[in-house]
């Protein structure tokens, strides 16, 4: 790897999406985030999916990842049409207990996608791990960490649903110190996970020097126009 080639790759990081104009926190107003979406596609952004990294060694100088956490059903009546009329590519991340029913870790208001509604995404959506139970990683142990892993791989294969192990860690959350780290990568590897995806607010490089502290920015409902373009040159903003 020569360092002097890495190319900056931000990855957005979207929950839900709202037709209400004061949306704020984890959920968009749908305007806003075609609004978004026209400028990554006006100023030329090449957006991919994480498998098409895998095996790529360059990327060019305005590429992009969008992620939407949880498939909530809103995503698909507002993001995925909107995806498609600008021709971008997103990764959505599957809490696999919570197929078919409603977000219970959160205030259990949105509805999360069936196992039909999520064969109906057309290609141009990657869909990957949001784990099992949506739990902190840090609150499992490797017995258990495994079992999740088993259990969301169970339903994959049960229903012939198309998963790239890209795994979005709930809450952004996963083991920083010793020697629960070295256990938690442990047990990534051995399930053949490819990438794992904190917060970090941060602008990545590519390739990835650390592929399970890929690093995203939170898009939140409040950001304006100008809070969204800072955030996709600089990642973390301290002065807002």
């Not at 790759?9 to 749908?30: A, E, Q, R």
């Not at 400028?39 to 030329?44: H, R, T, V």
């Not at 979005?168 to 010793?178: C, I, L, S």
Request: glycine letters at 4%; aromatic letters at 14%.
């Amino acid at each position: 790897m020569q360092f002097k080639d890495m190319t900056r790759l931000p990855i957005l990081m979207y929950h839900n999406v709202s037709d209400d104009k004061n949306s704020i926190g984890l959920t968009i107003f749908n305007k806003n985030l075609e609004d978004q979406f026209f400028y990554l596609k006006e100023k030329g952004y090449t957006t991919y999916h994480f498998s098409e990294l895998e095996n790529k060694d360059s990327i060019n100088s305005k590429s992009i990842i969008i992620t939407f956490d949880d498939v909530t059903v809103n995503q698909m009546l507002y993001a995925v049409p909107l995806l498609e009329k600008y021709d971008l590519k997103a990764t959505f991340f599957i809490p696999f207990e919570y197929i078919g029913n409603v977000d219970s870790w959160n205030l259990g208001k949105e509805k999360i996608m069936s196992i039909e509604q999520l064969k109906q995404l057309d290609n141009r959506v990657e869909l990957g791990l949001h784990s099992f139970a949506h739990k902190r990683y840090t609150s499992l142990n490797e017995a258990e960490i495994n079992i999740d892993f088993s259990r969301c791989f169970e339903i994959v294969e049960q229903n012939g649903l198309k998963v790239y192990n890209a795994l979005a860690y709930p809450y952004g959350n996963y083991p920083k110190k010793e020697p629960n780290k070295s256990i938690f990568t442990k047990a990534l590897q051995q399930n053949n996970v490819k990438v794992g995806l904190r917060i970090g607010n941060r602008i990545n490089k590519f390739p990835f020097k650390n592929p399970y502290e890929i690093m995203r920015i939170d898009i939140k409902g409040e950001d304006n126009m100008l809070k969204f373009k800072l955030k996709l040159r600089f990642g973390k903003l301290k002065l807002f």
